[in-house]
């Protein structure tokens, strides 16, 4: 396999086809082992590509498989142009791409910008000494006087964000572990080599981009320290209740001007291609005002996600139209992206402690919001999160905050794709994570065999999506909640399209507004209207109209 013999989608015909899209986000460590050794590799994503193409999504999108040292998981490269053994070759990523293609899916790769590994051989050349040709690539800054770290700036995976390193008598930045230093985006050969990185990704056929931690790029140049964040603040936060991260207002560490310019250039990178990019905004203070910032115009990122449906607490139906209505506020112009569930976080069916009605319900819900959609492996099984002991953990940040905080490992183990044996078909060999043993009875060969199961409540929901283009690229109006019940319309040209969901476990009733509503998605459990002239939704229940 070549780039030159791998088929490709022609997204120059069609330069809006991230508007709207669902995507698909593989942890390719946990999706299917093909070689036996307990790892998840791309050859394994190969082998599941008609499942997926099953599933009616428009794109994947894949974690990181560069080369690694993997103390983070593929989140710390040391080498960004190349694969990382565990998971193949630059041909097995290739044969994705074209097995993906030739299935009608798009490609989107999870470029990590912001840091490096230490192991990276820029960061070699660049702690040798203060005078080498790299040495101002990541952010080196003199102790105060007292010898202490320059600023106050803290790491997400705790204690201070600055390292100290002997052989140049300095302190290098990392936001998240010691050994992810972070680049300083200041200097503009950095930029260049970056966009390079991007370029060479472009030329062997990706779609698009995952931008991690979009919003962490620049630092502030001023080196001023954090102000503390109010007490009543501190429980909206991407990092967890035990961590001080939360004892500040992250202004300097993070979400800088200057990062608006850079985010152009790469823009500028990926037109001709006709690539699209995500971007992952990682703050709960600002996170909404900054996925409207970045996501303005068209010179810009295409889209962001940020946090609010990845929160700890269900949404309750009045924070749903609060959040729907702040993103109208602050990015009219621009493009959400919504997810539930992600690798960093804990599945959405046991964090919101969602009976199987309800995780249907919050299905549809994603699929009729205004924006593109992300869907986490699994996520369409209905899969719990797991539980992993301290002695299985390999997950970093719960080994530094257990008990307190377990960790990302319980969304992350692997895929679950028939029940007759315990490694649930993901591999022959001692996966890297333990398969939960509840997971066994919800996988995909005994869900296939169910059609009342969650994965055909998914692929029903998706295809839904595609069947009324007022739910991909339309726009929205109408925003309400009455009650337990989130109301709104999404149009576009002559297609009007009401959405309602009860998001509880209490029946409630729903009146229609005037009009000529004709029922739809009734495959979907939308409810009928009754005698009385009023919706009854029963618990976790949805109606879903068209207007005539």
């Not at 791409?97 to 840091?115: E, F, N, P, T």
């Not at 962490?216 to 603040?233: G, K, T, V």
């Not at 936060?237 to 001080?244: K, T």
């Amino acid at each position: 396999m070549t780039i030159a013999t791998a088929q490709r989608l022609d997204n120059a015909a069609n330069l809006d086809w991230w508007r709207g899209a669902t995507i698909y986000q593989i942890y390719p460590r946990s999706y299917q082992d093909s070689n036996g050794d307990g790892i998840g590799d791309l050859a394994g994503i190969v082998n599941r590509m008609p499942y997926i193409a099953s599933l009616g999504v428009d794109a994947i999108w894949i974690s990181p498989f560069f080369v690694s040292p993997m103390k983070d998981f593929g989140y710390d490269v040391s080498d960004y142009c190349d694969v990382d053994p565990m998971f193949g070759s630059l041909a097995d990523f290739d044969a994705v791409v074209d097995a993906a293609h030739r299935s009608g899916i798009r490609v989107m790769i999870d470029l990590v910008l912001s840091h490096t590994s230490k192991e990276h051989n820029w960061f070699k050349e660049s702690s040798r000494d203060r005078t080498n040709n790299k040495a101002d690539w990541y952010v080196w800054v003199d102790p105060k006087p007292d010898g202490t770290p320059p600023t106050n700036w803290l790491s997400i995976f705790g204690g201070s964000a600055w390292q100290w390193d002997a052989s140049r008598e300095q302190y290098y930045l990392h936001n998240f572990l010691t050994s992810q230093p972070d680049l300083n985006f200041h200097n503009m050969e950095v930029q260049d080599e970056l966009l390079d990185v991007a370029t060479f990704w472009l030329n062997r056929g990706v779609d698009g981009f995952r931008l991690d931690t979009i919003n962490f790029y620049f630092h502030d140049a001023e080196l001023r320290d954090n102000p503390p964040l109010p007490i009543e603040e501190r429980n909206a936060s991407i990092a967890p209740s035990v961590n001080p991260y939360n004892h500040q207002a992250h202004l300097y560490d993070k979400n800088r001007p200057e990062n608006l310019e850079f985010l152009r250039r790469l823009r500028a990178v990926m037109e001709p291609f006709g690539a699209a990019a995500v971007g992952e905004v990682g703050d709960a203070q600002f996170g909404l005002e900054i996925l409207g910032q970045y996501t303005a115009g068209d010179d810009l990122m295409h889209m962001c996600y940020a946090f609010e449906f990845l929160a700890k607490d269900q949404p309750t139906a009045e924070r749903i139209v609060s959040v729907l209505r702040k993103v109208d506020e602050v990015a009219k112009d621009g493009w959400p992206c919504w997810a539930f569930s992600n690798h960093d976080v804990e599945r959405h069916s046991s964090r919101w402690n969602l009976p199987p009605s309800a995780q249907r319900m919050f299905a549809t819900l994603i699929m009729c919001l205004r924006g593109s959609v992300c869907l986490y492996q699994g996520e369409e099984l209905g899969l719990p999160e797991a539980f992993v002991g301290f002695d299985d953990l390999q997950d970093p940040y719960g080994i530094e905050f257990w008990p307190e905080y377990v960790g990302r490992d319980g969304c992350r183990t692997p895929m679950v794709w028939v029940s007759d044996n315990q490694n649930g078909g993901f591999s022959e060999g001692r996966p890297w994570l333990p398969v939960a043993s509840e997971q066994l009875a919800m996988s995909v060969e005994a869900q296939e065999n169910d059609p009342s199961s969650i994965l055909h409540h998914y692929r029903k929901a998706i295809q839904f999506r595609h069947a009324h283009p007022a739910l991909e690229i339309g726009g929205h109006d109408k925003l309400k909640n009455d009650g337990d019940v989130v109301s709104f319309e999404r149009h576009l040209d002559n297609q009007v399209i009401l959405c309602a969901f009860n998001v509880s476990e209490t029946p409630s009733d729903f009146a229609l507004p005037s009009g000529d509503w004709q029922p739809i998605g009734m495959e979907l459990g939308s409810a009928q209207i009754s005698e009385d002239g009023l919706i009854h939704l029963g618990p976790w229940q949805i109606c879903l109209r068209v207007k005539q």
